[in-house]
């Protein structure tokens, strides 16, 4: 299965200069064309060009880099969301794991998780990240996809497009990707606290990421975590920074963790709140789902 899986991804790949198919020469793919060579590590192919290779490396020897990879790597985020308390999400049905996911992954479905990686919503995805993490099939750089036009049904791109240099080049990508009537879904934030996951550069407000879509039909637009979701989440930020804790790992993920079983049961609020069309202006992200035309 994971052999036929590496065999499916090693066929797909793409030299990302000339965007041209590769040869496997032992442990490295070849491009034929400008003669650029990619070490595959484990079976997955580390498409990164030296100048990108560069700019990842920045990113992960940040402070917030380097704690992000100690995260992934430990499997504590896995830990994490099995013992937090419970989410109050409003994308209703969408939950990519469960049944409400199951019309992004058709039986046989080409599925793409950008971003994907320590953690993958189901088996059937390909998973590109920038590092070699776990659950990672691809690394690559979100801006440049290794990969061929109109490949996938479904591109997922789950809280990423904060975390990237530029957005609406790798909306471009996910648009270049997709079979015609392929869908994507994607969440971003609005108000949400800072968090490098290595870095994090951008917020979208409901209009902002409307028009960063634009070329998709939308087919649905929505909150993802309501007012009350984003308010409590800023509480527990502040009592963090006011003890001073944004630096001790440990210690903070435990008051986070501690805190916000404490106070989630007043996001049920939301259910309420979120009925209201201006719910939107104080809502801590966005989900949507598009479709690229035929
Ligand atoms: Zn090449």
């Known amino acids: 299965m994971q052999h036929e ?26 491009c034929s064309v400008c003669g650029e060579n990619f070490e595959v590590v484990n079976d997955v192919p580390v498409m990164l060009l030296p100048d990108v290779r560069k700019q990842v490396s920045d990113l992960l020897n940040m402070e917030t880099g380097a704690e992000m990879v100690d995260e992934y790597n430990s499997g504590s985020s896995m830990l994490y969301n099995l013992l937090r308390p419970p989410e109050v999400h409003f994308n209703a049905g969408i939950d990519l794991s469960g049944p409400g996911g199951d019309r992004f992954y058709g039986p046989g479905a080409l599925v793409l998780n950008l971003g994907g990686g320590p953690m993958r919503f189901r088996e059937q995805e390909i998973t590109l990240n920038i590092g070699l993490f776990p659950n990672v099939d691809i690394v690559a750089d979100a801006h440049d996809v290794p ?57 979208f407000t409901r209009d902002g990421f409307k028009r960063l879509m634009g070329e998709f039909n939308h087919v649905e637009i929505g909150v993802t975590q309501g007012p009350t979701g984003a308010l409590l989440q800023q509480f527990v930020m502040y009592i963090i920074f006011f003890l001073g804790l944004n630096k001790r790992v440990t210690v903070r993920k435990f008051t986070s963790f501690v805190l916000r079983w404490l106070i989630f049961p007043f996001k049920y ?14 809502a801590g992200g966005f989900y949507i789902v598009g479709r690229k035309g035929d």
Request: net charge positive.
């Open 147 to 203: 990969l061929p036009d109109a490949s996938f049904d479904t591109v997922i791109c789950n809280a990423v497009l904060e975390h990237v240099f530029d957005p609406h080049r790798v909306v471009s990508e996910i648009y270049r990707l997709l079979k015609p009537g392929g869908q994507v879904y994607a969440e971003v934030p609005f108000m949400w606290f800072y968090h490098g996951y290595p870095s994090d550069f951008w917020r």
């Open 269 to 282: 609020l939301d259910l309420w709140l979120n009925r209201r069309s201006d719910a939107h202006m104080l």
């Open 5 to 30: 899986k590496t065999a499916r991804i090693l066929s797909l790949i793409r030299c990302p200069l000339c965007k041209t198919g590769l040869d496997r020469k032992d442990d490295r793919l070849v």
